[in-house]
Every structure is written in C-alpha cells, then in structure tokens.
C-alpha cells in the first residue's frame, strides 16, 4: 500500500511569491493535515480537510490557504512569502481521525 | 494551554548503550504516539498507547504510558546508529480529533558507532 506521498521535495521561491504544495494521501483516507515544522519549532498544525471541506485551521494568517479535491489529495497555497515561511511543510492523512501517516515532506525555501 | 514537555531534548550517546527520553504534560490524554522523524523526511508511527499503565515493546524500544495518562517513556536498549533522529511525542487529548493532536518539540538522538 503505497503511503502519503508529497510533491515536489523541494520548492525555491522568492519573498512575495505564490507557492502551491501537494499531497496525496493513502487510499481510503478521507481526512488530509497539513503542518509547519521551521527549524527548531515542533510540529504546528496548519490546516484539516476532510470530505472536501476545511474543517479546522491552525493560528496562521489567511495566506496560508488549502483545499481538498474530490480525490481527497489536497493543495496547499502560501501566498505573498515571507522569509520566516521556509520550512519544512508535512502532511498527514488519516482514516479514523485518530492516527495520522506523514508524508515526507516539502522543503519550502523563501529567498 | 496545552503543552508537551521532552527530555532531553538532546542526547549523543555511543552504540550499545541504553537511554530514555521522556514525554511530560499536566494534561490527560486519550492516547499517546511516539514517531521518530529523520533528517529531511515525515515523521513515522512508533506506537500508540491508549491504556493507563500500557507497556508496548518494539524490539529494542519499549515504550510506556504513565498511569494517570499524562506522561510516557521510550526505552531503548543497545542503540544502534540506526536509531538516529529525532523522536517525537504527540498526544491526544480526551474528545477531540486528530487536529488537536499535541506535539512535543521532540528528543534529538544521535547514536555514535
């Protein structure tokens, strides 16, 4: 059964610019998290889909947006970068809503 | 607020050696997960504890929940390099969802061969 998967591994982007991160969860899990990890901060929950719609969001500004397809993979949307957005960005599906399998991981950097 | 501790939150130690981290919260959860994140990945399920008292062995990592469900503990003995990374406690408190789960900033391990 193959596991979350995340793409792409790595994004460079500039201060002001748009970037988009995927994740594609295991089959059967209707529920996608995603998180920020900046270096040498735990884990913050950012957003939860499920079924299709936002259910819950984590304490960060609005640029910070996502959305969940009718595949349940999910798409999550930083808009107008600033330098303290570069980490590493982690999702996590889960089926009963009481585990969660990460994904590897994007590595987004901001120039 | 809700906040897990980990102690330590570095150790280097030499292979073969055994070590414990600890995961410390005034907060009672429904259930406890260990993941172990190495560089540059996602972190990956250990274990989860549910039972006050729970002890989960995992060939060398013997992981257990506090009685009052507030704390937990990771053995592990004889480290190998292998057990490299970063180990990290989340919990989840009573009635609530997967979003809600609490993080702990994590033990960083490193095994010297």
């Known amino acids: 059964e193959a596991g979350v998967t995340q793409s792409p591994t790595h994004l460079i982007k500039t201060r002001g610019q748009q970037a988009t991160l995927r994740c594609s969860p295991i089959s059967g899990h209707t529920s996608v998290y995603w998180y920020q990890q900046a270096l040498g901060l735990g884990l913050q929950f950012l957003l939860w889909?499920?079924?299709?719609?936002?259910?819950n969001r984590g304490n960060f500004p609005p640029r910070f947006s996502g959305r969940q397809f009718p595949n349940y993979s999910s798409e999550l949307n930083v808009n107008a970068l600033e330098l303290e957005d570069s980490a590493l960005y982690l999702c996590a599906s889960s089926h009963t809503g009481l585990q969660g399998y990460f994904g590897p991981g994007t590595r987004l950097t901001v120039l | 607020t809700q906040l897990l501790e980990q102690s330590p939150q570095f150790l280097s130690i030499q292979e073969g050696e055994n070590l414990t981290v600890y995961c410390n919260s005034s907060?009672?959860?429904?259930?406890l997960q260990w993941y172990r994140q190495e560089p540059g990945e996602g972190p990956v399920l250990l274990v989860t504890v549910v039972t006050g008292g729970e002890v989960k062995k995992l060939k060398r990592l013997t992981f257990q929940f506090g009685d009052a469900r507030k704390d937990s503990s990771l053995h592990i003995t004889a480290a190998q390099p292998g057990d490299t990374g970063l180990y990290l406690c989340?919990?989840?408190?009573?009635?609530?969802?997967?979003?809600?789960?609490?993080f702990g900033p994590g033990t960083s391990l490193s095994v010297i061969p």
């Open positions: 907060s009672v959860f429904s259930s």
């Open positions: 989340a919990g989840l408190l009573m009635k609530t969802s997967y979003d809600k789960v609490i």
């Open positions: 889909y499920d079924e299709g719609e936002e259910r």
